[in-house]
T-cell receptor, first 115, second 112 residues
Framework: NAGVTQTPKFRILKIGQSMTLQCTQD?????MYWYRQDPGMGLKLIYY???????DKGEVPNGYNVSRSTTEDFPLRLELAAPSQTSVYFC??????????????FGPGTRLTVT | RKEVEQDPGPFNVPEGATVAFNCTYS??????FFWYRQDCRKEPKLLMS???SGNEDGRFTAQLNRASQYISLLIRDSKLSDSATYLC?????????????FGRGTQLTVWP
């Protein structure tokens, strides 16, 4: 049971380039999330998904796109990279939240630098 | 106005010390509260939930004051391995999504 895995671990992009950050979970979680964490800041939600085929915007979606064709995978796409997208990106997953059960399981992160 | 605000830190304490972190949240409709721990260059992991009556987990004690919209985390008998950033996390009432709002985190360094 690997939990949440992310690839790549590190990436350097030039301005205007595109890339896809991969995220896979093997816990059969319906809910998946993408966050970014800038230095010294809290995590900000980019996009989320409540199940295959269903996605929605979070707090900071501009410049990103997502898809959810399977329960396991939730890739994040950057179309035209900008320096403001330099950050650490975390993917997370959870069971359907209920009561006080809101634990999210995070992947190890992708460190992205745009120059 | 930020959803969740934490002590700026950093906190540098000797082994064996007791240290407390505070957190305030702006949305009175917030329902659930947590402390996550994040080691340097690693992902956040759930440390403990925070219940209205307060709760303990070993050396860690969490308190919630709904009237003041205030959460705290107390660590007793600090260990070197407690060095990390502690994130205060809040979930809104009735959130079927389970969206978590994270504070910026408070950095703790425990020295020998």
């Amino acid at each position: 049971n690997a939990g949440v895995t992310q690839t790549p671990k590190f990436r350097i992009l030039k301005i205007g380039q595109s890339m896809t950050l991969q995220c896979t979970q093997d816990m059969n979680h319906n809910y998946m999330y993408w966050y970014r964490q800038d230095p010294g800041m809290g995590l900000k939600l980019i996009y989320y998904s409540v199940g295959a085929g269903i996605t929605d915007k979070g707090e900071v979606p501009n410049g990103y796109n997502v898809s959810r064709s399977t329960t396991e995978d939730f890739p994040l796409r950057l179309e035209l990279a900008a320096p403001s997208q330099t950050s650490v990106y975390f993917c997370a997953s959870s069971y359907r939240p209920s009561g006080s059960t809101y634990e999210q399981y995070f992947g190890p992160g992708t460190r992205l630098t745009v120059t | 106005r930020k959803e969740v605000e934490q002590d700026p830190g950093p906190f540098n304490v000797p082994e064996g010390a007791t240290v407390a972190f505070n957190c305030t949240y702006s949305n009175s409709a917030s329902q659930s509260f947590f402390w996550y721990r994040q080691d340097c260059r690693k992902e956040p992991k759930l440390l403990m939930s925070v219940y209205s009556s307060g709760n303990e987990d070993g050396r860690f004690t969490a308190q919630l004051n709904r009237a003041s919209q205030y959460i705290s985390l107390l660590i007793r008998d600090s260990k070197l391995s407690d060095s990390a950033t502690y994130l205060c996390v809040v979930v809104d009432r009735g959130s079927t999504l389970g969206r978590l709002y994270f504070g910026r985190g408070t950095q703790l360094t425990v020295w020998p």
